[in-house]
C-alpha cells in the first residue's frame, strides 16, 4: 500500500460496516478516513494515529482486503473538484459520531466533491481535537510519544522523560506504580491528570499543546 | 538529560555482555516503576549528578552473574567474584558515559550492592526499567533520574527506601 496516497471509503463501506470487527486503532483508522474522505494521505493519518510505517501498511492491507477502503482512480474533472491537499492542515468533519453511519456518498458530496474555493469556505476550522469531556486515552499518548520521538528505546525514554516532569505527589495520587510500555492501556479521567500529561507530553516533543491535541485528535475522538 | 543522553547507558549496558563474551545481549518490554524497583541479588549503581540527579543501576541475578564468569573463563563463582562482575560492568558504563558527556554531567564511581544491602538505596522515584535478556538469564538496567536537582533526593541516605 502507498502511505502517500489519499484512500477513500469504499460505496460498500457503509453496508459493510456492522458485519466487521477490528482493534479499536483500526476503526480509528477507518474513522478518520471516513470523516474527511479525500483529504488526508494515509502518511499524515498514521502520524497522527501515531502509527509506524509497518503498522499503517498492515492495517491499510486488512481495511483494503475487506473492502472497506480504496484506492480511487478519478477522471480529470473530479480531480479538479476535489480539494486535496495531500500536505496541508488536518481538516476534520463538522459532523460528530452520528456521522459514522452517514452513508460514504453523502459525505463525498459535501466535503471531497465540492468545488475547491467553495469547499475551503464550508470546511470548519480544524478542529480534530479530543472533545473536551473524553477520557484521555493513555496507551494512545504514548505511543503518539513513542513514535514522535523515533520508537523503539529512544521512544520509551522519551516517555519516561515525559513521566520525570510530573511531580512525584500526582503520579502517587494518580496510583500509578508500574507502567509496561508497550502495552499500556489505561483511560485516564481525571480532566486535570489528562491535561498535565498532554501538557509534558508536548513538551517532550518540542510541540505547542495545541499541536499535540491535533495528533491526539484522530485518537481520542472516538 | 534528554533521551539521547539516557540512551547511552542502555547501549553501553547492552553492548557489555557482547564486549564480554562474544555473544550480543537482547532488549526486554522496558516498563516504568514508581516509588519501588525489581533488585535482583547484586547491583552496580553509577550516580549521576548534574541537570539531571540520581543513578544509573545494573541490577543482575547470581545465576547471570555466574554464566558470565564460565563464559569469560573463570572457573571461581563465589560471591566475591559475583560483586567483583557486577562492579565491573557498572564501571565500564560510568567509564563510557563520562566519556561521552565530559563536563556536561558528573558520573560517580560505582558502588556495588547486594540485595541485602540494597536497603541503603534510596532512588528518584520515577524509574525506567529496561530487561536486558542474555543466554535466558536476565537483569535489570534501571534509570532512577530526577530533572530538577533540587527535587532530587540523594541516591544514599540512611533511610530504608527500596519499595
Given at each position: 500500500m502507498n502511505l502517500d496516497a489519499i484512500y477513500d471509503p469504499t460505496a460498500r463501506a457503509t453496508e459493510l460496516l456492522p458485519t466487521l470487527r477490528f482493534p479499536l486503532v483500526e476503526w480509528r483508522l477507518y474513522d478518520t478516513l471516513a470523516r474527511s474522505p479525500?483529504?488526508?494521505?494515509?502518511?499524515?493519518?498514521?502520524?497522527?494515529?501515531?502509527l509506524s510505517v509497518e503498522g499503517m501498511q498492515t492495517i491499510l492491507e486488512r481495511l483494503s482486503a475487506c473492502g472497506l477502503i480504496h484506492l480511487p482512480e478519478l477522471g480529470y474533472d473530479e480531480f479538479q473538484a476535489r480539494s486535496v491537499e495531500p500536505t496541508g492542515p488536518v481538516v476534520a468533519c463538522e459532523a460528530g459520531p452520528a456521522n459514522h453511519a452517514a452513508p460514504v456518498e453523502e459525505q463525498r458530496t459535501s466535503v471531497s466533491f465540492t468545488l475547491r474555493k467553495r469547499a475551503r469556505a464550508k470546511i470548519p476550522p480544524a478542529s480534530n481535537e479530543p472533545r473536551?469531556?473524553?477520557?484521555?486515552?493513555?496507551?494512545?499518548?504514548?505511543?503518539?510519544?513513542?513514535?514522535?520521538?523515533g520508537g523503539g528505546s529512544l521512544g520509551q525514554l522519551a516517555v519516561?522523560?515525559?513521566?520525570?516532569?510530573?511531580?512525584?505527589?500526582?503520579?502517587?495520587?494518580?496510583?500509578?506504580?508500574?507502567?509496561?510500555?508497550?502495552?499500556?492501556e489505561l483511560e485516564v479521567r481525571d480532566r486535570q491528570l489528562a491535561d498535565l500529561l498532554r501538557e509534558k507530553a508536548s513538551e517532550v516533543l518540542g510541540l505547542s499543546t495545541h499541536e499535540l491535541n491535533q495528533l491526539e485528535g484522530g485518537l481520542t475522538s472516538n | 538529560m534528554n533521551q539521547h543522553d539516557m540512551h547511552v547507558?542502555?547501549?553501553?549496558?547492552?553492548?557489555?555482555f557482547e564486549k564480554t563474551t562474544g555473544e550480543k545481549a537482547t532488549f526486554g518490554n522496558a516498563a516504568l516503576q514508581f516509588g519501588k524497583s525489581?533488585?535482583?541479588?547484586?547491583s552496580g549503581v553509577i550516580r549521576v549528578s548534574?541537570?539531571?540527579?540520581?543513578?544509573?543501576?545494573?541490577t543482575v541475578p547470581c545465576a547471570m552473574l555466574d554464566e558470565l564468569l564460565r563464559a569469560t573463563g573463570e572457573s571461581e563463582t563465589t560471591e566475591r567474584y559475583e560483586r567483583d562482575l557486577v562492579g565491573e560492568a557498572a564501571s565500564i558504563i560510568a567509564s563510557?558515559?563520562?566519556?561521552?558527556?565530559?563536563?556536561?554531567?558528573?558520573i560517580a564511581p560505582p558502588e556495588t550492592f547486594g540485595i541485602d544491602e540494597a536497603l541503603q538505596l534510596s532512588l528518584p522515584f520515577a524509574r525506567f526499567v529496561l530487561p536486558i535478556q542474555w543466554r535466558g538469564y536476565r537483569a535489570n538496567l534501571i534509570l532512577a533520574l530526577s530533572e530538577s536537582a533540587s527535587t532530587a533526593p540523594s541516591p544514599f541516605?540512611?533511610?530504608?527506601?527500596?519499595?
Open positions: 479525500g483529504v488526508l494521505t494515509a502518511r499524515t493519518i498514521a502520524q497522527q494515529l501515531g473536551a469531556d473524553a477520557p484521555l486515552q493513555l496507551g494512545a499518548l504514548l505511543r503518539l510519544v513513542r513514535e514522535r520521538a519516561y522523560r515525559m513521566f520525570l516532569k510530573l511531580p512525584q505527589e500526582t503520579l502517587q495520587a494518580a496510583g500509578f506504580e508500574q507502567l509496561d510500555l508497550d502495552t499500556a | 547507558f542502555l547501549e553501553v549496558g547492552v553492548n557489555f525489581d533488585l535482583l541479588d547484586y548534574g541537570s539531571s540527579e540520581g543513578a544509573v543501576c545494573l563510557n558515559a563520562r566519556k561521552h558527556f565530559g563536563p556536561r554531567f558528573a541516605s540512611s533511610a530504608p527506601c527500596l519499595t
